[in-house]
DNA sequence: TAGCGTTGATTAAACGTTTAATCACACCTG
DNA sequence: CAGGTGTGATTAAACGTTTAATCAACGCTA
């Protein structure tokens, strides 16, 4: 009953052979007869062995850990990258320590110097709007946007906006809201212009921008878009979700029908998207391929430093920068009214099922 | 240009004393005069010292890390847990390894068993509904509800139930919908047996459960709110604030005016309900300090470990089980209206601002 | 039969840290 | 001045793994 987790040590004495010859058979690294070999693992693992990583990591130079940095869990877009990640990382053998950069500029630096304390092989990092991601003895993947100059791989997120342009157009809005919420998000920024890059003949195409709006009017406040729909804006693009969220619930609770009335879309396709009412209009990420991507050229910029210096060098460059995204069509997103209310119309009038 | 990353030795034979004096100055721990120690701690900031985890691990026996299993990360009610663990467990000094049992029933003792491969010094669980965590050979803190036999701390669901139905009562609610998910969830029964705990004088109180609504009608289906409108309730109490979207927009399609014709509420506060119209009455976790509590616990059982020995044991207790939750209230509650509307009413009359 | 290549195993060093044990030395005390 | 007490530093072992180097034994060939 003393040894609850024994070592190779202790499995050498148990079987009567050198510690190499086990370590050798665990890891089929050396020459041995295959009979011995299979009588050693199977010790093995009759007796609980489970390998020391830190041993390991010691003696190898690596930890088999990948560090993730996000500007703020708690901001429903990152936990689908986090699990991806993890999933992928799993799969390669890697663990995922975590870490938050609480959207603080100065957090970031320092999350990431701790992860390298921990040892970590490699990090991920989905970088805080313009901040730089500073050079680092470890290999770094950055997923932002294809147009960040370090930028590692990421969502198409200009092609992802132009889709959703196009669909707003084939659905014959001439006037159309474009809703951000931080105007220094290069990724907000990327599904924006690619949206306007394809409404140059429409009508009228306006941007705002939440934390402007909010400056004035406070958290939370409205964000007055029956006003705009009463200027004839049928359509009310949203660079994520939750503004998405934000604008379907203030159009609605203003008695404003939608789809009938005005159009909502978003992006990012959360969890909660397909089953609000009408089921929202997004557009979706390929997270698994990004995933992989970044972790694939992450491994191999590990694997590839083997025996090499440890210098700092510039963010990994994944097979291929930018992943498609998908656009998700669903009820929050229908034609365009066909008459123009006139300016100043009331909440109360024009209201179908 | 040839040592980026300096060890101990580096910097003994740098400064001309020995291995353990080094340690001994960095660490505070040895006898050593105030001067040396002083010169020793500037050269090692200077050249760049940074310890080596493996190695400490190694002759420790502690790797300084915490494994966090959630059942779902892309379940938008854990990256907020997940936060305050890391933001807690970083503050105490640890790393945080996350692993995803993906609601797999196997995938949790897989997961738990990879953290403790990786050498994990304790680990916090968010168990999958109605699974049992294994006896582990490291400590384990388990956060789900305060009656869930072998829990350590969480928050005090069925109180917070207590709160929201008397909050319900205050406003003349009579008639009340409970809204549940899976019925095998402990936290969502705690809640809505909380609910029930507040209601015996109410005159109707039913509990519908969505899996079982989407069994029928299919994922992200209707559930049917207008009817049960129709039949005169007037509260929808639902046990997470998605669900609470999810009714909150599907009585809005329908015409029916919140809080004006009928009130919906939440639980978990999460990030979007503040900002939605109208923003949702809902229940707040006070995550801080669980998470604090959790990890007190935890890291004390792991320090008293110390020199023992690691056969398995149950889960650390915490000083204190349930943390009360804290009802937020929004407007998407509001006094039951006065007329109880005819049966069978149809979605498109009794409408006000 | 001496020499050689191959096979199957062992020896030993190394990774970087912590820490108990030791040591040299100076200072006090009886 | 012998013996005891601190002080400030060093020595050396240990944690568990990987792996290059070594070695014994054996079957071949020359």
């Known amino acids: 009953m003393k040894p609850p987790r024994p070592n190779l040590s ?13 370590s050798n058979a665990l890891s089929g690294k050396g020459r041995l007869s295959p009979e011995l070999a299979k009588r050693i693992r199977d010790a093995a693992d009759r007796m609980g062995y489970v390998p020391s990583q830190a041993g390991r990591a010691l003696r190898t130079g690596r930890s088999g850990v990948l560090g993730l940095v996000l500007p703020d869990i708690g901001n429903p877009l990152y936990p689908e990258i986090a699990q991806e990640i993890e999933r992928v990382a799993t799969n390669a053998g890697y663990g995922v320590l975590i870490a938050n950069s609480r959207d603080e500029i100065a957090a970031q630096d320092k999350a990431i110097f701790q992860l390298i304390e921990r040892g970590v092989d490699g990090i991920v ?54 809703i951000g ?27 705002i921008w939440i934390v402007e709006i909010e400056a004035k009017g406070g958290k939370s406040c409205p964000l007055g878009l ?12 949203c660079v994520s979700d939750p503004h998405a969220l934000r604008a379907l619930t203030e159009l609605q609770s203003a008695g404003i029908a939608i789809p009938a009335e005005a159009t909502v879309t978003g992006f990012d396709n959360l969890q909660w998207s397909s089953f609000i009412s009408p089921p929202l209009t997004t557009v979706k990420m390929n997270m698994p391929e990004i995933a992989t991507l970044a972790l694939d050229a992450l491994v191999e910029a590990i694997q590839s430093r083997e025996a090499s210096d440890d210098t700092p060098s510039p963010p990994v460059t994944a097979r291929k ?19 123009q209310p006139a300016a100043g119309i009331s909440q109360e009038e024009s209201k179908h099922a």
Not at 10 to 22: F, Q
Not at 226 to 237: L, N, T, V
């Open 10 to 22: 202790e499995l050498a004495r148990h079987l009567g052979v050198s510690i190499a010859t086990v």
């Open 181 to 207: 919420d931080d105007p220094s998000s290069n990724v907000q920024n990327a599904r924006i212009n690619g949206m306007r890059s394809q409404l140059h003949e429409a009508k009228e195409i306006e941007t």
């Open 125 to 178: 990092i989905v970088p805080r709007r313009g901040t730089t991601v500073p050079a680092t003895a470890c290999p770094i993947a950055i997923i932002d946007t294809p147009t960040t100059p370090r930028n590692t791989v990421s969502a198409d997120h200009f092609e992802g906006g132009a889709q959703v342009a196009r669909h707003l157009r084939a659905l014959g809005h001439e006037k159309i809201l474009l």
């Open 321 to 339: 920068a930018a992943v498609p995204m998908e656009l998700v069509i669903r009820r929050s997103s229908g034609p365009a009214p066909k008459e």
């Open 226 to 237: 029956a006003a705009w729909r009463a200027r004839g804006f049928s359509a009310f693009a």
